[in-house]
């Protein structure tokens, strides 16, 4: 690994650098004795505790709120409904939600009233005892649904992007072969281990809200926004948390937790349950993608046509952003000379869909390898050597905005990096292998994920250090840490920064009363944003201690003591992340709502398995994960990005899929909601590849999300090798394979059963020709 | 769970006696699960039985005797052999931890049509060993097995042991949608004796079957026993199998659910049948070795 050295003269000889090592978390002795005390876990003396009255319907007017009979319960303190909420919004418009649903629920499990009690069990009576009178109205169940009403007045497309460089249409129709791959991804769940909840407080005409966030700066207002408060009367303390991927987000929770407290002014405790969060929580957004890659002869990607429309739910949190996210990553790490992209949002009466790690990459790059790959088998091409041969290199334009993009991508090192494991090149052994119904196969494909909020956001990450008396020096950095340990990572770059001891090193996150506001722990920013916020701030220190006569090498108490004598012992400092350097096709007044990245982080990862042809079922044997994350700042906590990020995609392809019937969940719980057990998740084999960021700190960009991307198409692709049959369908679950393999073969699927098999289902809702997700005409 | 009174039966005639008036409760499993508020009476731990007999026993005429209150991990451990269907059961049930609680008799009172650990029951001629205040009595383990969720068990009987018959080969396969705690979306177990007297061989190479016996899960609104593809089982050819896996069909009565379709559990289980095969003639290669 290559690893650039700070400016100036090394000031302490003894400090032997601690970035590339692989430090333990800071938590990670608490975290597994469980002595670590997560923001569900406080407790306080006569706290109340807090349950929520959820909408039973998908879509219906509410006629009624009886809270009588809960009011009246013993032991409950408070029953609040819409006109409690002294604003009742959760974001800026009204299609991003209310805080309780007052007029109409537009999904089940939307929040209608909260009780605060003095005990949990009675808390959730009182909760159940809420009767509400609802109108049912039809039900839009997706975003082809026929029903002849619209979700929210404007309509049913919450919005749409369109983008296209070159002229795709004639490119296609001069190419030499056209690959049409239309496919379907599934809402995913985030299960993180700690469900929603914490406690808030309401003292002296301030609130706080010890409540897991990814997001404390957007929840610091939505809370303020919802009781009329001053910002700088609202503290969120956002961790410990039990995980995020993404649920952590926009979570109304600290909403509901602020609400209580402020109403009943004492200290309410809340925690949802899983089946709440599994039922009311956000979702990936499970996407319709229709791809077609137009190739001559030799190889050359001639033009990627991507059309995409994602379900959003009934509000519209991320929805735009995620799409947005899409529309960048439809090409891929591909370079082609004409590209484009369609894609709609749309809403309806389904789970809300939200931030998920992947953020709208997964969806389109299922589909684009997928085209990849089955491109490489029309032509008799190794599906390496195609792949490497139409990659964007670092510098290029990107193929649909025109963009410049980072010479530190170094996704062709990253390919072969891949290519060059044993699982990759002894295919062939592998599936000479193969024994009766087991078919041995092996996959291959990558992506790359951008890295920070995109340009023109003015995306921005701080912090603040001050050097104690003591000798310590103390840091309030943000993103925050949601279970990947960044503080870990931020105290790295500053022991190597300073050149001291990281043990006199203390990093604070998480707290907005005394963190700057530095955006969200998501867009695999931390390590960048907050990494760099953090080099920075340190660099002002280190530029003191360089001046003559401040170090005079003497223990780093004494320089301290003297830094805080003389007044220069805190320092502020602020990471603007760069744009990127020439905007493209882009007209730089949109630049914000196209958002383009300078920075990806790149992954390939190579799948073995076997494939039971009489069964469907896919047995995993090894997953290869090559990650360009530019410097590992802390090299096996990225592994452990990566291997969670595999695992997660693994579920992806092959579990998870949250089900609904006409806007009605049927998945509510772990045991029908089937995430991967130790069982079923394979070896994994990570290779960091070799590769510096310039903008970033030593070197380091972000990885966490992208990891998550090429799993599911490369076992796709792994199942396409190993059977014929290319999976189009997430999750491919056993019994979509075996319809795929059966339908393939030309038996017949359906004689015996009334029911057509899920897959043939999934078949028919394909219309490719009818891509575009108008609103549903008639009544709102 | 407040107020819920836990009696324990430290002998078999205190079990006897307090399930008469409580509900019997062994690993907890599916009871806790499936919660607590349409059961009356109190719950009886039949856990606390203190029985000096090992959970697994060979009885004089051949047959094995299996604890039904045991954890069923204890039975898999037993150095006394149980027929490999059952062993394969246990070591594709849940996980380490539910396998340590929960029991043979739970699995079976249940009643669910998708049990792991019912089929190999059923192939190896099982007869449970059932008591209560009233006396004993002996069921045949498809006399058990009277719908989803629901069994011949009378108020106040208990199920104390099963009893199965010895059978030369068998086995287990669950399919389920992942490899560990997962609900069974098929399964079949099966057992068979070799067809000709030395080494179930036939001239032609095919491998004579005698006396197979399959039996389904998750098919039928309980387990089922498949007698037309047994019927067409009689060698291992590919025709045979052929005809078997066809016949299938009309042995089971599948529906559509969360996990699974009608469709789907049907064509699955035709291939857990096909997968037969391979499998009866590694046990048989392998058996022929153990035989001098
Ligand atoms: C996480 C998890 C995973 C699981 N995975 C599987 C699996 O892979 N395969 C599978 O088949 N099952 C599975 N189960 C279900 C359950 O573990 C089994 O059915 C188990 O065998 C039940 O045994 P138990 O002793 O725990 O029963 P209990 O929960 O104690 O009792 C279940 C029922 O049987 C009655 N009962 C118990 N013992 C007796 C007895 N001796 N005589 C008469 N009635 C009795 C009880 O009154 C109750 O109605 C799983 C359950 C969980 C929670």
Known sequence: MTRETTQGTSRAPAHTGVVGRSLPADDAAAIVAGDLEYVTDRRVDGMLHGAVHRSAHPHARIVSVDTARAASEPGVVAVLTAGDVPCNQLGTDSENGAVLAGDVVRQVGEAIALVAAADPETARRAADLIEVGYEPLPVVDGPDSPAPVTVHPRGNVAGTLTFESGDVATALSSSDLVVDVDTTTSAQEHVAIETPGGMAEWDLGKITVWCGSQNPGLHRKLVAHALRLNLDDVRLVSNPVGGAFGSRNDDPAPVYLALLAWHTTRPVHLHLSRRETIVAGPKRHP???????????????????????????????????????????????????????????AYSNNANAGAFRGFGAPQVAFALETAVSEAAVELGLDPVQIRRANLTRPGDAHSLYGHTVSRSLRASQTLDAAAAHPWWRDRDAWAAGSAGPWRRGTGIAMAIKGVGMGSGKGDTARARLIVSATGTVNIWAGPNHTGQAIGTAYRQIAADTLGIDHDRIRVHVGDSELVPESGATAASRSMYAGGSAVHQVCGRLRAVLDEPGVDTGASFDDVAAHLVASGRAEYEAEFVLPDVDDIGRIPPEALADYAPHAVYGCSAQVVRLEVNTLTGEIRLHGVVCAVDAGVAVNPGATVGQAEGGVAQGVGFALFEEYRLDAGVPVTTSLENYLIPTAMDVPPIETVLVTGHENTGPFGAKGMSEVVVVPTAPAIAAAVGSATGFWPRHLPMTPERVRAGLSAMSGEGTSERSGRRSAAERARTRARPENMSAEPAEGAS | MTGRALARADTPAAADALCARGRPLAGATDLLVHGLDGVRGELVDLTAIHDPRPPVERLADGRVRVSATAPISAIARSPEPVPVALTDAIAQFASPQIRNRATLGGNIANGSPAADLVPPLVVTDAVLGVRGADGRRSVPVGEMLAGPGRTTLRPGEWIEYADLAPVPHSGFRKLGYRRALAVAVVSLAWSWSPGSPRSGTEPGGAVALHDVRLAAGAVAPTVVRCPRAEAALNTLDATCVDTAATAVHDDIAPIDDLRASAWYRADALAGLVRELAPAATRQLREGDTAQP
Do not use: C, H
């Open chain 1, 287 to 345: 996407y319709r993608t229709r791809v077609r890659l137009g190739f001559d002869r030799a190889g050359t990607l001639r033009a990627i046509d991507s059309r995409a429309v994602a379900d959003t739910g009934p509000y519209v949190t991320a929805g735009r952003n995620v799409l947005k996210t899409s529309a960048e990553l439809s090409s891929g790490p591909y370079a082609a000379p004409n590209a484009r992209f369609d894609g709609t949002v």
